[in-house]
């Protein structure tokens, strides 16, 4: 499955890439949907081109979210997919203050693209059925695990 976020500069597609991708809450309400229809994508590229120019596109592996989704499904806690494989920023580390803060690993960026000239850029990083090791032990002590 892919999603795509648009940034205003070539900056932060750099920092995304570096250090990987802050959201709040839920990474749906700062993503869209990357459906393989031309008419669906033109659409979307006329509603987010106020945005920005750069488009950075995030691809998760089926069989990883199926397993993943499967796992949330077994616990109590509601829990979004993406966060389950983010890092969480506690409140009081949050660039923005009052917030929970996720961190989407940089090895699920896809690449990117300029919206002016559809010019794409391979993350040589990209692993989309990687789970992030380092958060495994920390979800068992949350108890998301």
């Known amino acids: 499955m892919l999603y795509v976020h648009v940034a205003p500069a070539i900056d932060i597609v750099n920092s995304v890439l570096q250090s990987g991708f802050y959201y709040d809450d839920i990474f749906q309400k700062t993503t869209d949907i990357l459906v393989n229809n031309e008419s669906t994508f033109d659409y979307w590229l006329y509603q987010r081109r106020a945005y920005g120019n750069y488009a950075i596109v995030f691809g998760f592996d089926t069989e990883m979210m199926s397993q993943v989704k499967n ?10 997919f993406q966060n389950l494989i983010s ?4 409140e009081s ?11 989407l690993p940089s090895m699920y960026v896809k690449g990117w693209f300029k919206l002016s000239d559809f010019s794409w850029n391979v993350n ?3 692993c989309p059925a990687a789970f992030p090791s380092a958060l495994v032990p920390v979800l068992k002590e949350q108890g998301a695990l």
């Open 71 to 80: 796992h949330i499904q077994t616990t109590v806690r509601q829990i979004e």
């Open 87 to 90: 890092y969480s920023i506690p």
């Open 93 to 103: 580390h949050s660039p923005i203050e009052g917030e929970d803060i996720h961190c």
């Open 124 to 126: 040589s990083n990209y």
